[in-house]
Nanobody, 122 residues
């Protein structure tokens, strides 16, 4: 059974950091493009970052977030620095077709995790 499990969310003060993990079971992450998406209350789900052969970032997180992959652990990470209250959302990871240049489009991704809450507040 293909499964993605996110972890690492929590409550952090503005300016702080968190590292989210996306662990896969039942398939090899390296064979897929992996995306991170987020959804804040009352807002649509938006793409944050993705990794396949290359990486891609939303303008709102460039320079603050870094996506990486550890093939030995079958896990993708999202390092989030300089967090802002606007980053508060449920963060989801997803797996999709491994195109050379991944895209932050919801429909590109077939398998989704259950999400992890990130709250940035003082």
């Amino acid at each position: 059974q293909l499964q993605l499990v996110e972890s690492g969310g929590g409550l952090v003060e503005p300016g702080g950091s968190l590292r989210l993990s996306c662990a896969a079971s039942g398939f090899t992450l390296d064979a897929y493009a992996i995306g991170w998406f987020r959804q804040a209350p009352g807002k649509e789900r938006e793409g944050v970052s993705c990794i396949s052969i290359s990486t891609n970032y939303a303008d709102s997180v460039k320079g603050r977030f870094t996506i990486s992959r550890d093939n030995a652990k079958n896990t993708v990470y999202l390092q989030m620095n300089s967090l802002k209250p606007d980053d508060t959302a449920v963060y989801y990871c997803a797996a999709g077709l491994r195109l050379p240049n991944c895209r932050l489009r919801f429909n590109d991704y077939r398998y989704w995790g259950q999400g992890t809450q990130v709250t940035v507040s003082s």
